[in-house]
């Protein structure tokens, strides 16, 4: 059968990055993407946005919802302060078979737990599996509807602080007008 779009990316990688090296792995997804084939990931532009807000925070405790192929996670966690991690979500089991070989292939393995499930069960387990009391920063590029009720259970599992970082793509396009009007008009932002 046919290669999904995911694995011909893994292979890209294996076969041009260079083995440990995560800025490798992040020029050779952006590569396989702009010169291959599209693909669902942050890119390079919105990318240097994550970085800067990364750096910024230096979070001690963040979390990723929506893996896809690591991209975002090998990009975020390269940037982490010794001894935070990054916990990072994914429903697909494909997409997180894929990602777990990219995390590795960059190195960054010890400061990433990729956790398989929907967000909406794993959000309430933190606590419970890794002993989370709050994210400092966290980053949504998950599927669009989840936002808002995604942002609404952390707040019920009290996983926010004041200051908690959110940073959320495609909120303009394809837009998540919910979500938007929910942080703007929160008094906890
Ligand atoms: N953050 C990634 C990057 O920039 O490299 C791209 C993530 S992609 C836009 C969205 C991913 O979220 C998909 O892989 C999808 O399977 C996953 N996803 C969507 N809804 C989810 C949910 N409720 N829980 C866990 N994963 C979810
Ligand atoms: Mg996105």
Redesign the pocket.
Known sequence: TRSTRPQRLLRAVQKKAIKGDPQSVISTIDYFCRHSEWA????DEK?AILDSVVCEVSPSTAL??????????V?IARLLPPGTKLIT????PD?AAVARQIIEYSGLQDKICLVE????D?IPKMQELFGIKTFDFV?L???KD?YLP?IKLLEECQLLRKGSILLA??VICPGTPDYLEYVRNSPRT
């Open positions: 669902m990931n942050v890119g990318g990723e919802l929506g893996t896809y192929c690591g991209y975002s996670t990009r979500l994914e429903f697909n997409y499930g929907a967000s909406g794993l980053f590029d998950h599927w989840r995604d793509d495609n």
